[in-house]
C-alpha cells in the first residue's frame, strides 16, 4: 500500500549507534509533538515528557541511574553497572522520559507506551532513528534517583513509563524482522 504512515510503521527498526551531531531543535520539537497526540485512556493527556539533550547531561543521566542501579532492592541491573559500563544509552544525543500521571491516568502504563510509541515512529518518520531504553523503570522510584529525576523537572506525580534514545543514524537503515506468521486472527 502506498501510504506514508503505513510505510512508516512497516520500516520502523530500533537504532542503537549515532552519529555525534545534535538533532535539530525543530525536528525534535516534531517528535514530541508527535508524542502529545497519542491517545489517552479518557483523554485525560496525563503524561509528562521529560527531554535531555546533549552528552554532558545524559553522561550525568548515565552516572546517577548507575548508582541508584547499585542499590539494594533496586538491582536488576546491578550485574550490568561496575566499572566503566554505560548504561546502553548508544551515545545518542537525545534522551526522553515519559511518566504517567499517577492518579490523573486511567491507564498509566497504556498511555506512557501510547506516547513513547509515537515518538519512535515519529523519530523515523524524520528520518532519524531511535530505541527504547528501559533500565530506568526500575530505579524509578528508587529515592536517589527520583530526586534526581525532580531536578530535571520531572514531576514527583508521576511514573516513569519508558525511555528512549534519540539521534541521526551512523548505520544504513536495517530491514524490518520477518513477522512471526500464524498470530493474527481475524474471524468473519
Ligand atoms: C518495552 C521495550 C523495552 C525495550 N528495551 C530496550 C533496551 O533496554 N535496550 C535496547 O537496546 N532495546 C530495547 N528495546 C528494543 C527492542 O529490543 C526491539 O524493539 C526489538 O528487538 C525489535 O526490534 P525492532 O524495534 O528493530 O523492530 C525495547 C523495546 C520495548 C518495546
Known amino acids: 500500500m502506498d501510504n506514508e504512515v503505513i510505510k512508516a ?3 520502523r527498526r530500533s537504532i ?7 538533532v535539530p531543535d525543530g ?4 517528535i514530541l509533538q508527535a508524542g502529545s497526540f497519542a491517545p489517552t485512556a479518557n483523554g485525560t493527556q496525563a503524561w509528562h515528557i521529560t527531554a535531555i539533550v546533549g552528552q554532558e547531561k ?12 547499585k542499590i539494594e532492592g533496586f538491582d536488576r541491573y546491578r550485574k550490568f553497572v561496575s566499572g566503566a559500563y554505560t548504561i546502553n544509552f548508544k551515545n545518542g544525543p537525545v534522551f526522553v522520559i515519559v511518566g504517567s500521571h499517577r492518579t490523573e491516568s486511567v491507564c498509566p502504563v497504556e498511555d506512557g507506551t501510547l506516547v513513547l510509541g509515537n515518538i519512535l515512529l515519529a523519530a523515523h518518520a524524520l ?3 531511535a530505541c527504547w531504553i528501559n533500565q530506568l ?3 524509578g522510584e ?11 523537572g520531572f514531576p514527583a506525580t508521576h511514573l516513569v513509563i519508558g525511555s528512549a534514545v534519540i539521534g541521526i543514524p551512523a548505520s544504513p537503515h536495517p530491514k524490518a524482522h520477518k513477522r512471526k506468521p500464524g498470530q493474527i ?4
Open 9 to 11: 510503521i512497516l520500516e
Open 16 to 22: 542503537r549507534s549515532f552519529k555525534p551531531e545534535p
Open 27 to 30: 525536528v525534535l520539537d516534531t
Open 58 to 69: 545524559i553522561a550525568e543521566l548515565d552516572a546517577k541511574l548507575k548508582e541508584s542501579s
Open 127 to 129: 528520518e532519524l532513528g
Open 137 to 139: 523503570v526500575a530505579v
Open 142 to 152: 528508587e529515592p536517589g534517583f527520583r530526586s534526581y529525576l525532580t531536578s530535571l
Open 185 to 188: 486472527n481475524v474471524v468473519n
